[in-house]
């Protein structure tokens, strides 16, 4: 059975999205990514200007993993118009992650900058994934606006707290006609299986993965979680009950 995740025009078979930020070097972060099995992996692009444009770049191509740049730290829509641009210019690809944080101290979305860029970005032929909050209305509008796919968070960026309003994610899902993919406040495998039950399209995830005592074995925990609430998902649960209910029929 076919289960690609599509975002646009790009085919992914893994479901799990991993950032390269946090990571204490270059081999932790390769092992990392090698047993995540992820095929597309987000790079701050105003971090590896600084950087040099070397390193995590290129062991990302190295490892033939899809490069999703990210507009992070950008604070106005026209800082993230102008961070995609440069970055279709030197990484050659039409993706991008649309970040526009309204503060340094909670991370959080600004809708309003955020609408405002993945209009212009949209109409200007990217396939834009736009991090939000996990808002249902601005979800669709976002959809609305021409994202290729919805990334409503679990908790704010770095936390590890969880999903910490899992029926608004599951009212997101319910309409959306694009990806839906989890993003940021992923703390374990259980958080990562949870955002699959509840229909999410696949998870990103960066600081629990690259902070984790054993990276490589906590990226291979996540890729399992994800495969789980997929599977779980697809084959349906049963209903919850408030009395107990027999499993086999009396007699």
Sequence with gaps: MDDAL?????????????GTGGAGNLSVLERALVASGTELTTVAMR????????????????????????????RTAAEAVLTAQLAREALDTDLIK???HADD??????????LDAAEQLAADGFTVLAYTNDDPV??????????????????????????????????IVARAMVPVVLD????????????MELGCDAVLLSTAVTRAKDPERMAAAMRAGVEAGRLARDAGRVPQRFWAHASSPPR
Excluded at 47 to 74: E, F, H, Y
Excluded at 105 to 114: A, M
Excluded at 149 to 163: D, E, F, K, N
């Design 105 to 114: 101290r909670t991370l959080l979305p600004d809708p309003f900058e955020t």
């Design 98 to 100: 649309l970040e526009v």
């Design 138 to 171: 601005l979800a669709l509008r976002l959809e609305e606006a021409g994202c290729a796919a919805v990334m409503p968070l679990g908790a704010p960026i770095g936390t590890g707290l969880g999903i910490r309003n899992p029926h608004n994610i599951e009212l």
């Design 184 to 195: 940021a406040g992923i703390g374990t495998a259980s958080d990562a299986c949870l955002a």
């Design 6 to 18: 599509v975002i646009g025009e790009h085919k992914l078979s893994s479901r799990l999205i991993i």
């Design 47 to 74: 971090k590896a200007d600084a950087d040099g444009g070397t390193g995590v770049l290129g062991l990302v191509r190295r490892l033939g993993i899809k490069l999703l740049p990210n507009t992070a730290g950008c």
